[in-house]
């Protein structure tokens, strides 16, 4: 990988005949355009990344705390949870993941309990000593039966744990990580999270779990390092960049490719309250408040996300959910109905395009986990490369955003 500092404009790999391959420009050096970008560089394409940020890694950048030498997830934590065998192997190639298993308490109502919902939380909850039947059989007792097919969060939640369960752990963490009511949510958020009637606390389902030793930035910056690579760092894309480039790849926000001018994709935004404390503030690396008595959502204990170090000093977060402005740092895309129609129009608009195609959480408008960003990178990178090979033109979309 060449590093370069300063922007020089596209076109600068012209030339590169004798490969019979095209110049490609990617925007963003996270996780989709790393991948993509290794890809074509392995195929023989010259690629040059650009990014606006100062470093790689998009939002899983990780970096040392100058204050306590804790690794810290700047954007917010973020751990790799995977069933996909491939993605797992791909990852490895890059980095040593150490084992970490992600295991998350709430505060609520005065007491702490254990989640994702499991059988400790529904025996602290309702006090009692069930084992996993009974445990099933008093949920099912309290769950909705009546919404055989749930349309939005609440009516998930109601079908599944009944409201108390509900209206203790899930309402209003989520009013205050949506800004809306879980009402006008798709039932898709809550689906993300198990419900088990056992003591597993492992908050997920997947095969393949970990945390890479070093970080996350060094296993991009792995990711990124090959002679076919060329990555510009503070530079901001401009429409004009893509010429003299054979495709570009933008894993930046859909909308902003068009200077928002048909309305501003919705997205919540995350402020991080930095704090410090000596030895263990709170014992686990995530920490939930689903209450509305305090206004964030979480505190990250950064420390915990690497069980294997050890520092005197602790680096927390705590974490506020609020609506993104033009200038804020995009987080989650909202995904409501206007939103929806909003998506639908632009993706028109895009697929229309010839020459690019939209990557990522921010180009698809999708709430997407590093495993599913990875594969479908190595996806768009394939379909890039099949149609290339047949004189075929790539697509907007290695899959559908709508
Ligand atoms: N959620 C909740 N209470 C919790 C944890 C999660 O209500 O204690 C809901 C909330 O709507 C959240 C969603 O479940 O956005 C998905 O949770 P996850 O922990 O996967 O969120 P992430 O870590 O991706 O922000």
Request: aromatic share 12%; with cysteine; net charge negative.
């Amino acid at each position: 990988m060449k590093l370069v500092s300063k922007p020089a404009g596209g076109g600068k790999n012209e030339g590169n005949g004798a490969l019979n391959k095209q110049p490609i420009l990617i925007v963003g050096a996270g996780l989709s355009g790393a991948v993509i970008g290794r890809a074509l560089a392995e195929a023989g394409h010259e690629v040059t990344i650009l990014d606006e940020r100062p470093h790689a890694a998009g939002n899983c950048h990780t970096e040392r705390d100058a204050e306590t030498d804790v690794m810290v997830h700047v954007y917010g934590p973020h751990i790799f949870h995977t069933d996909d065998a491939g993605v797992w192997e791909y990852v490895n190639r890059f980095t040593t993941f150490k084992p970490y298993m992600n295991r998350v308490k709430s505060t609520a109502q005065g007491q702490v309990f254990s989640l994702p919902v499991n059988l400790h939380t529904i025996n602290q909850f309702f006090g009692s000593t069930l084992r996993p039947d009974e445990a099933r059989a008093l949920i099912t007792g309290k769950a909705d039966k009546t919404l055989t097919d749930p349309q939005n969060f609440e009516e998930q939640a109601l079908s599944m744990i009944g409201r108390e369960l509900y209206e203790a752990f899930f309402k209003g963490y989520t009013q205050k990580q949506w800004g809306c009511e879980p009402t006008d949510l798709p039932a898709s958020i809550l689906k993300r999270l198990p419900l088990r009637f056992n003591y597993d606390d492992n908050y997920f389902f997947h095969k393949y779990q970990g945390m890479p030793e070093n970080g996350y930035t060094p296993m991009v910056e792995a990711i990124l390092d090959h002679p076919g690579i060329t990555l510009r760092l503070n530079t901001r894309f401009e429409r004009a960049d893509a010429a003299g480039f054979g495709h570009v790849f933008y894993s930046g926000p859909l909308d902003g490719w068009y200077d928002c001018d048909l309305g501003r994709l919705g997205y919540r935004t995350l402020d991080f309250e930095r704090f410090i404390a000596e030895g263990d503030y709170q014992g686990c690396a995530v920490m939930n408040y689903p209450g509305l008595d305090v206004p964030f959502t979480r505190i990250t204990e950064h420390k915990h996300f690497s069980p294997w170090e050890s520092h005197h000093g602790s680096v927390l977060y705590r974490e506020f959910s609020r609506a993104c402005e033009p200038g804020d740092i995009p987080y989650y895309p909202i995904r409501l109905a206007a939103e929806q129609e909003l998506l639908t129009a632009y993706v028109a608009r895009a697929q229309a395009e010839s020459g690019v195609t939209f990557v990522g959480r921010l180009g698809t408008y999708r709430y997407l986990d590093m495993d599913v960003t990875i594969r479908e990178a190595m996806t768009a990178a394939e379909m890039f490369l099949t149609a290339t090979a047949s004189n075929k033109p790539m697509p907007a979309f290695a899959v559908n955003p709508t």
